[in-house]
């Protein structure tokens, strides 16, 4: 050691501060990785494509140990004073240190959820990123190839996992579905393009006139989902089990099915929300209809909304199953129709008659939630609760004036001096974009201010997507008076087709920066509804 000169001495310890800072780094964006590794249900394929639409691959730590390479290259190839390259080390160790610091102050619309097999997947794919990163003592490169193949790190460590995870897994799912066979309640599946968590959250209140009813609030709608809160949750006071099911292709359904066994089923609606993972709307409707024909098959009843019969699959289970699906809808022919739907004020007053074998019941309710969606979503609640309980034909509008407002989906927010805010957040459909925008609208009228659209359009509409935006931008343009496009570039037929109609739209990066915008642009009287908002899968991580 007493032969190492100072300046190759100062040059090592350079190396260890970089290759900690590097290690930091790794380390923060692994739990950046896993955040949308578990969003995307641990899926390799994927995530992976995640990794290059959203560009979570490495670009600023990558620039900033090029550039110190270059550096290192031009001292000991034109003989510069080594304390510069030790000069450079140091600056690159505090760039990465204050790009790990950055990163890990980032707030995910879905943070991660550090589950034991989030915390096994972290660590195993943490320690397969080790190599590179320990040999960056010798070298930059390799911690550049490191953290360009972290994603990867993740990927191989769920694979290697997998059997193990497999068999605790179905262990838990055993565990619930022996427990909800035990304390067997009567089971509601409920599912549909759009409209489900909120029918879920009516029916939910509403059925709860009958008995004590379990439901899991947000959109917790897979079997993993479902397994967890009956394994936490249910308990042998209630009577009623809600599960919402959510299709990610076709079987989707029919495995929640075997796994609650419905005695009752809800369809909301079909339409093109998550195309891209479906295909067609066809495949929707083949997919939505497998909790119908579970229903049927097992003697009970199942609920739908009258536009789901345009679809064949529910056609044909209706002609095969006579009685036991009951369609819901303002259409004249519908089993259960809703007869008039008047709004005074932010109240609906809906009146529903049973007209199956000429029963000509009547049923009166009030409701207050906003938009013309939820009228049918509350008809097929309310019309669900009838059919399972009609002794609490009498009780049901008592509490229908008291439901409470689902969070995100058209939720109206005031402040004394300050624009009415409606949170539309958790609206993924073209339907209920349109509601909301003319709910707005009709909602600016009376205050005498101004409807302004905040909105990054809707994703996962694959083949549909430009169409659907072209669409909703003539819309939009017709009854907002101020637009603001959140992140346009991926939505370019609407701002397009906002243009074309003389309403160019404000564009902006971010949710973030259309509200600092508003700061000073919204006036008390204004509306401003806030339409949709990106999940984190979407959204660019530029600071990668």
Known sequence: MTNLGSGTISLLLANVVLTAAIARLAWVRLNTLLTYFQQEEYDGGRFLSAVLRVRLYDVKATLTLIALIVVVVAVVAIGLPLMLAVAAIIAAAVIIVSLAQREAGYRYKKPLALTERARRIRTVAAILAVLPVAISLIGALPAIVGLQLLP???????????????????????????????????????????????????????????????????????????????????????RYFIAEMGAYGIGSVRRLCDFVHPNYGIVTAIGDAHTERFGSVENIARAKSELVEDVCERGGTAI????????EPFRVLRAAHPGRVVSVGPEADADIRIMSAALNGADWTIVLEDQRDGRGATLRYELPLLGDHNVTNSALAVAAAWIIDP???????????????????????????????????????EAGFRNAVAVAAELARQRGGRAILVTPGIAELGIEHDRVHAALGEYAA???????????????????A???????????ASFADARRALESEARAED??????????????????
């Open 152 to 238: 990867f790190t993740l990927v191989i460590a769920n694979m290697l996992l997998r059997p193990g995870q497999e068999r605790i897994n179905q262990g838990y799912i055993a565990e619930a579905r022996d427990k909800l066979e035990r304390l067997d309640p009567v089971r509601i599946g409920i599912t549909g393009s759009f409209g489900k968590t909120t029918t879920k959250h009516i029916f939910a209140e509403v059925l709860a006139v009958s008995g004590p009813v379990f439901f899991s609030r947000g959109s917790i709608n897979t079997v993993l989902g479902l397994t967890r809160h009956i394994r936490e949750r249910l308990q042998w006071s209630h």
């Open 304 to 311: 739908v909304s009258t536009q789901v019969l345009d679809y």
């Open 391 to 429: 002794s609490i034909a009498n009780r049901i509008p008592l509490v229908t004036p008291d439901v409470e407002q689902v969070p995100h989906r058209l939720q109206k927010r005031e402040s004394p001096g300050q624009a009415l805010i409606l949170d539309d957040a958790y609206n993924a459909n």
């Open 478 to 496: 017709d009854l907002a008076d101020l637009v603001y496009a959140v992140n346009p570039s991926r939505i370019g037929s609407f701002t397009t």
């Open 498 to 508: 906002l243009a074309a109609k003389g309403k160019p739209a404000i564009e902006v």
């Open 527 to 544: 509306v401003v509804l806030y339409e949709n908002d990106l999940p984190d899968l979407l959204e660019e991580r530029r600071l990668l």
